[in-house]
């Protein structure tokens, strides 16, 4: 049997390939995607805890619905933010918003 | 068991292949369809540890909304066969550094924990009810481990969030610009 730590090394990694496109994406939408992954790495740790450790339980499950649905509601908002964007300065990238830089 | 073994390194490594790809490929269009082949291989992930109810949810919830609004926004702003601009090469150098200082750091601590949960999952004495209907009547419940309040909750969560997208995308009015 796969013991806990392997999945929490799997979510760890997935964790951090999220972190790396966060850093150096500069397009709007990925960087969303990013976001994505790291929220998904969160979800396979609440998981495997619940699984694991508590497997007469269901938190963990809860927490990972509660996590998926705040989730699309983010993406869906994020996305409406981007559109809006894109429409009043014909640009997604993060380094072209710069109009209230000081 | 070894059957079930290597279904978790094949899926693992199917999830950390398409999740590198997606957060680093030029094509922006490609890095969506990576990202779907990421959340479907972490939906196997859940089925493999037999939490159906959640597989389920993560492919109609991610597979099936998330992506393909994101994917619609990707068509609604920008030439999809195009490159993106690579990433600049200090910045690229700098996170891959601090990428990997996290991860080593962090599995430094999981291995410090690593006795802690030795304990054999799937023992017999401790069954679980991980059906649907339960899945429901947890969540409805207002006694002690009851989510009905959370539910009603992100209920009110969703809907602010559908006027807040209907607010933000109204094309404002041509004489205001």
């Not at chain 2, 909304?65 to 609604?76: A, D, E, K, T």
Request: charged share 10%.
């Amino acid at each position: 049997m796969i013991p806990l730590n392997y999945i929490l090394f799997l979510s760890t990694a997935l964790f951090f390939i999220g972190m790396y496109g966060l850093f150096t994406r500069r397009n709007m939408i990925t960087m969303l995607m990013s976001v994505e992954l790291i929220l998904n790495s969160v979800n396979i740790n609440f998981i495997a805890f619940n699984k694991y450790l508590y497997p007469e339980k269901l938190e963990g499950l809860f927490f990972s619905l509660f996590i998926i649905a705040i989730a699309a509601a983010e993406a869906a908002v994020a996305i409406a933010i981007i559109i809006n964007l894109y429409r009043n300065i014909r640009s997604i990238d993060v380094e072209a918003a710069d109009d209230m830089k000081f | 068991m070894i059957g079930s073994e290597l279904v978790f390194y094949i899926l693992s490594a199917f999830i950390l292949v398409t999740g590198g790809l997606a957060v680093t490929t030029r094509k922006i269009f490609r890095s969506a369809i990576w990202l779907l082949f990421c959340l479907t291989g972490i939906a196997g992930l859940y089925f493999w540890l037999g939490m159906l109810f959640i597989a389920a949810v993560q492919i109609v919830v991610y597979v099936g909304g998330i992506v393909v609004l994101i994917i619609f926004s990707i068509f609604l702003t920008q030439q999809s066969g195009k490159d993106l601009p690579p990433p600049v090469r200090s910045r690229a150098i700098l996170s891959v550094l601090a990428v990997c200082i996290g991860f080593v750091l962090t599995c430094i601590i999981l291995n410090q924990y690593s006795h802690f949960h030795s304990q054999a999952p799937y023992s017999g004495k401790r069954e679980f009810d991980m059906s649907i209907s339960a899945i429901g009547s947890q969540m409805l419940s207002t006694t002690e481990h009851g989510y009905a309040l959370p539910f009603e909750v992100i209920s009110i969560l969703l809907l602010a969030a559908l006027i807040a997208c209907i607010v933000l995308a109204i094309r404002s009015k041509p004489e205001e610009k």
